[in-house]
């Protein structure tokens, strides 16, 4: 059975810092990662697809590897902004999506 | 462009109370999903939809049914509510898997928040 681990489970940081989330799952045979974001009160946004061929996307700030033979995702942010404080929450998707709890980032400014 | 759209976005019930909540997607997805979120559990897929008439369990199905009649719109009903249902409950949508496994990602609702007293 697919399971997705997130740590930290929380982190701030100061406002232009880069960082790193950390995604694992424990079944590499997986067909994509995702990434999404999660605004207080909202539903999941998606932010970085990887397709099981692929080993990293970027989107602006945002940049998603994956590594399959370790079961590890990372998401790098880089330049943070208050605007990022969010939940982000990674998915591991095979015949379905199973997702981890997530990280609450909070941005100091 | 709607996207996702849930209703009702809130609601209150009684032990025992029955209702039903709509998700309605305007982007001519085939999949169609149904989770729910919980402190300290993450999202939880209960039951899905890969096209019209079609539905299959996720991972925690008992004490809901669903309905996809038409392909817009995915029914999750809850017929005898129980307080352990009381949780935050999220639509989704995407296109069918191809057969590029080339996938598209999922396309979420702002979520229904439901209390069962």
């Known amino acids: 059975k697919q399971e997705v681990t997130q740590i930290p489970a929380a982190l701030s940081v100061p406002e232009g810092e880069n960082l790193v989330l950390n995604c694992s799952f424990t079944d590499s045979a997986i067909y994509n990662l995702q990434w999404f974001r999660q605004d207080p009160g909202k539903g999941l946004t998606s932010l970085l697809l990887i397709q099981s061929s692929q080993r990293e996307q970027t989107s602006g700030r945002l940049n998603a590897s994956l590594d399959k033979s370790s079961g590890r995702s990372t998401l790098y942010i880089a330049a943070s902004q208050p605007g990022d404080s969010a939940t982000y929450l990674c998915a591991a998707g095979d015949d379905k999506i199973i997702f981890g709890k997530g990280t609450r980032l909070h941005i100091l400014p | 462009n709607a996207g996702v759209t849930q209703t009702p976005k809130f609601r209150v019930l009684k032990t025992g109370q029955s209702m039903t909540l709509l998700c309605a997607q305007d982007?001519?997805?085939?999949?169609m999903y149904w989770y729910r979120q919980d402190p300290g559990m993450g999202l939880r897929l209960i039951h899905y939809s890969v096209g019209e008439g079609t539905t299959a369990k996720g991972e925690v199905p008992d004490g809901y049914n669903v309905s996809r009649l038409k392909k817009q719109n995915f029914l999750l009903g809850l017929e005898s509510a129980a307080p352990s249902q009381t949780s935050v409950y999220f639509c989704?949508?995407?296109?069918?898997?191809?057969?590029?496994?080339?996938?598209?990602?999922?396309?979420f609702g702002d979520g229904t928040r439901l209390s069962i007293l």
């Open positions: 982007m001519n997805h085939e999949y």
């Open positions: 989704a949508s995407s296109y069918s898997i191809p057969a590029d496994r080339l996938y598209q990602p999922q396309h």
